[in-house]
C-alpha cells in the first residue's frame, strides 16, 4: 500500500467475518423484540439471515407470521429500540473467545499501518454492534461516527454510500477504489457491487471459498486477508 495514494477505507462486516460464536444471543433477542413489539410468536419455518439487515430479518419473520407490511413498517422503530434492548441484557460480558483466528492480529497490523483506515459495515444495529466489538476487545479500533450499521437502512446494499459518505464528508464521500467491504456472505459482496467499490471475502461463515467467488478476492482466513489487501491497492 503506497503511502503517495490515498488511504484505503477497509468496511469490516462482524458475523462470520470477526467473530464466529456470536449469534445465538443476537437472534434471541431479535426473536423477543419480535414478540414484543408485534405480539405475535416466531414461526417454525426459519428465514434466512446471513447478511441481512437486523429490520429486513425481523421483516421477513413477520411476514412469515402473517403481520401486514403496513404495520411492519409502523413498528419498525419500535422493533429497533427494543431488540437493543434486549440484547444489552444478553449480551455476553467477554466475546474474546467468539474472535475469529488472526483477528486481533490483522486489526493491530492494519491500524498500525498508517495507509488504511477502518470501519464497521454490518447489517447489526449500531448498538448491538458497538456492543459486540467492544465485548470482543476491538472498539478502539472502529472509531464513532463512522462506517454503516442496520440502523440506517434496511436494505444492506444501501450500507456502502453511507460509510463512504462518513468517512469522506457529504460532498466528497471516500472513494470507490479506495474502499474495501470485507465480508463472509454472498450479500457482502452484492452490497460492495451495487456501489461500485472492491469487495474481500473471507471464508470463515458459512459459505464456501467457491460460493464467494464473486468477490474481487477470497481469502480463507484472517490471515489472508492482508495479501489479499496488499494484491488490490497496487
Known amino acids: 500500500m503506497s ?4 488511504p484505503l477505507l477497509l468496511l469490516f462486516d462482524i458475523d462470520g467475518t470477526l467473530l464466529l460464536t456470536a449469534f445465538r444471543e443476537h437472534r434471541e433477542a431479535l426473536h423477543a423484540a419480535i414478540r414484543r413489539v ?18 429486513a430479518i425481523a421483516r421477513s419473520i413477520l411476514t412469515l407470521a402473517g403481520v401486514p407490511d403496513e404495520r411492519i413498517t409502523d413498528g419498525i422503530s419500535e422493533f429497533r429500540a427494543v431488540c437493543c434492548d434486549e440484547y444489552a441484557h444478553r449480551c455476553p460480558p467477554d466475546l474474546t473467545d467468539s474472535l475469529a483466528h488472526g483477528v486481533p492480529e490483522l486489526l493491530e497490523a492494519l491500524h498500525t499501518h498508517g495507509d488504511t483506515r477502518l470501519a464497521l459495515l454490518t447489517g447489526n444495529l449500531e448498538p448491538i454492534a458497538r456492543l459486540k466489538v467492544q465485548r470482543a476487545g476491538l472498539v478502539h479500533y472502529f ?26 464528508g457529504p460532498h466528497r464521500p471516500w472513494r470507490r477504489e479506495r474502499t474495501v467491504v470485507i465480508g463472509d456472505t454472498p450479500r457482502d459482496i452484492a452490497c460492495a457491487r451495487a456501489d461500485g467499490v472492491h469487495v474481500v471475502a473471507v471464508a470463515t461463515g458459512p459459505f464456501r471459498p467457491t460460493e464467494l467467488g464473486d ?5 480463507r482466513s484472517a490471515a489472508e486477508i492482508m495479501p489479499a489487501l496488499l494484491d488490490l491497492a497496487r
Open 215 to 219: 468477490a474481487d478476492r477470497v481469502a
Open 38 to 55: 408485534y405480539r405475535v410468536e416466531i414461526p417454525e419455518r426459519g428465514v434466512e439471515a446471513a447478511g441481512r439487515t437486523d429490520a
Open 3 to 6: 503511502a503517495a495514494r490515498a
Open 143 to 168: 472509531p464513532r461516527g463512522q462506517g454503516a450499521f442496520g440502523s440506517d437502512h434496511e436494505d444492506r446494499a444501501a450500507l456502502p454510500p453511507i460509510a463512504r459518505r462518513r468517512a469522506g
